[in-house]
């Protein structure tokens, strides 16, 4: 167990003493965020709970294959009939990545909050926070052990995915004996671990492939070597036919490079908005450098929405990190 008992316990008392659950995640969700709402539905269905499952927006579309995913309502084309008084949280690291979620949670609404990021400021009621775990759903999988439930091959197939593309396939830092272990018990509930490799880490779009190249025709670097950006504004996606999630994994990209201590992909939202993406080799926390603009995340990956042109956006990030390196 990778933290004390006491919070396990409040979680458990959330669970059971409450009925009629909203359960939510960050907006954009990835894989982490997907799984772990899947599986808090698993638990609270084991629990003979009710309960809702929604987000901002849609799933990614390569997320499908989760069982009950297209349960996960999408708020930007559906509506609830009504608020919640009880509400879980996974994998957002403050109140504002829930997003447009909040809108239906009841004026006197309890949250628990079960989140792994080092930067989350515990907003909840009550608060299951693991900064040493890898993703979320390694919480949540204690947490199934900790009311003793065994899992599905499904709900296994969940957190496997969760821990995959949160460990970038088990290659981060992130990836602890603890981490291999429970993968390793995952496979022996069936999960196809190569399939998933290949559909989460290694399958690209047309349309990604093509706003990959139209960023790396744009790739800068700093005259030390050490900083690397990439930009991809409105004209990249529409001339590229590319969706947001086909934004996943490019920052990896500049940070690849060698001698690069910081790699980071700033995307136009608006001409006043800009998301920032950071990646470190891990001379620079840029979970500090985030949380400094009011973003957060971890050491090694983090990001923030930042208001400004994205020329401003990229000098104020540039001059953040040279600080700190």
């Not at 993703?135 to 204690?142: H, K, N, Q, R, S």
């Not at 990896?252 to 080799?281: H, W």
Request: glycine share 8%.
């Amino acid at each position: 167990m990778q933290t004390n008992e006491q919070e396990f316990r409040q979680a458990e008392q959330f669970l059971k003493d409450h009925d009629d659950f909203l359960v939510v995640s960050h907006v954009q969700p990835d894989g982490d965020a997907v799984s772990s709402t899947l599986v808090v539905g698993w638990l609270l269905s084991c629990l003979g709970k009710n309960y809702v499952m929604v987000n901002e927006g849609p799933i990614p579309q390569r997320m499908s294959y989760l069982l009950h995913s297209d349960r996960i309502m999408d708020l930007s084309v559906t509506t609830l009939d009504k608020s919640y008084k009880y509400v879980i949280s996974v994998d957002c690291a403050d109140f504002r990545r829930i997003g447009k979620s909040s809108d239906y949670f009841a004026a006197d609404a309890r949250i628990l909050n079960i989140d792994h990021h080092p930067t989350n400021d515990g907003f909840g009621n009550e608060n299951l926070i693991v900064p040493t775990a890898a993703a979320t759903v390694e919480i949540l999988y204690d947490l199934a052990k900790w009311l003793g439930f065994t899992l599905s091959k499904d709900t296994a197939t969940a957190i496997y995915t969760g821990l995959l593309t949160d460990t970038g396939g088990f290659r981060y830092a992130s990836t602890s004996p603890k981490v291999m272990a429970v993968a390793s018990e995952l496979l022996e509930y069936g999960v196809n671990g190569p399939e998933l490799s290949q559909l989460l880490l290694e399958q690209m779009t047309l349309p990604q492939l093509r706003l990959l190249t139209r960023a790396l025709n744009g790739l800068q670097m700093t005259d030390d070597g050490k900083i690397s950006w990439v930009i991809i504004n409105d004209e990249d996606m529409r001339k590229s036919g590319a969706i947001h999630e086909d934004l996943e994994g490019i920052v990896n990209y500049p940070r690849n490079i060698q001698g690069v201590e910081v790699g980071l992909l700033f995307k136009v939202i608006d001409e006043e908005t800009v998301k920032v993406s950071m990646r470190s080799a891990g001379t620079v926390d840029v979970a500090a450098v985030a949380q400094s603009f009011g973003g957060g995340g971890h050491v090694l990956a983090a990001g923030v929405r930042m208001q400004g042109n994205v020329e401003h956006v990229v000098v104020q990030i540039i001059e953040r990190v040279k600080s700190r390196l």
